[in-house]
């Protein structure tokens, strides 16, 4: 028995061969369009894929080449009518095994199946089950999860753009954990956390005594990725002699610690995020062009939660996960309609102090405690998301929610926002310096 998935837009034509191929003792799993058959092979990976050419959003030719980019393995048997005979040809020449003309009798289309399915296969590549990582099933996040999966297959730098809030880490941490180096090490950095005088010692290292205060070695990031990837976030805010500093080091993988009379070599996967469009800052003078050009050996980007709003639903459902009772449809359908300035970030964060709320009950509408400026922008003003300081808002209210959902336990509160305590105090003392009221709580 082998597991099968067909592709056709036609319900008739899929229930059709559905019930030839299961009589022969196959699984069947129906998908109505491309987008829909790239999702349910990342569920889980059929032995063999029967794909109309002819479909809406995504085409046979269009599949099949995502399929041969993601898995490269996968037999994928085509059928259609006899006018598509030149894309046939095209689509065999890219890699399908094999075709069939509508109508096709069912002897005849089982016998093609399992003739398909006798072709030697490669055994199962690495890297498919780490894509559940990114959740959504918009046709945006699943040519992000094939792109994922092609860059954790090489070994060049890649480059993540996108909106705070959308996920860059994440993407970084699942092509190092699809990647031959998953079993190195995965060194995150941002960029605008590390004080000015010591960045240098932080990346590179330094030895005892190489300035005022040195009293032992330090081993720095570039040294302890070695082996592995080093994700620098926030580019954006790394200065132009560090960005020449880092560029030679992409370019002759020698670092060389302060205070070290000789350099060390380091073999490191690169992976950069920045939050501001690269060509911008190019353009401004604050990102050097060789430096852009070097780090985008591919270029992933991701877009804001609020052009793709039909991943609400599978991202709520992730952070609520299989021990809740689950979120009421008005509630899911609030979701839908909010803006998420913050993204998916302030989307966990609210499913988060939401399950505080409802302690172990249904979510209700009332947990979620959405005001109307989430339900998108009043008429003739700009999406909520295009406003100056919307993000920082959003973070300082979610913030105080969360410590009054968990009583005004810091700990408790941290916990649910997925940061530790000493930032959480930090980020309190900001919004007092701001001139908001941070509770003086335990």
Known sequence: MAAILVVDDDGSCARYASAALTESGHEVRCAANGVEALLLVEERLPDLVLSDLRMPEMDGLELLAHLRQGWPELPVLLITVDEDIE????????GAVNYLLKPCAPE????????????????????????ARIIGRSRAMVEVRQAVLFASRAEMPVLITGRTGTGKEIVAR???????????PFVAHNCALAPRDLVDSVLFGHRRGAFTGA???????????????????????????????????????????IGSPKARHVSIRFVAATNREPLTMVAEGTLREDLYWRLRGLEIHLIPLSER?????????HFLGDDHAGISPEAAEALRECAWPGNVRELKNRILVAREKAQGQRIELRHLQLEPTHRGAPPGEPPRSSRTQTLKES??????RTLAACGGNRTRAARALGIDRATLRRKLAELERAGGKAPRMP
Not at 87 to 94: L, P
Not at 108 to 131: N, T
Not at 309 to 317: A, K, R
């Open 87 to 94: 894309h046939v040809v095209q689509a065999v020449q890219s």
């Open 108 to 131: 005849r289309l089982c016998d093609a199946v399992e003739k398909a399915l006798r072709i030697p296969r490669s055994p199962r590549q690495h890297g498919y089950d780490e894509m």
């Open 174 to 184: 699942t092509i190092h954990a699809a990647s031959k180096r998953s079993s190195g």
């Open 215 to 257: 009293d032992r070695d330090q081993v720095g990031l570039f040294e302890q990725a070695d082996g592995g990837v080093l994700f620098l976030d926030e580019l954006e805010a790394m200065s132009l002699e560090l960005q020449a500093k880092l560029l030679r080091v992409l370019d002759d993988g020698e670092v060389h610690a």
């Open 309 to 317: 709003l039909e991943d609400v639903q599978p991202l709520t459902e």
């Open 395 to 400: 973070e300082n209210e979610v913030i105080l």
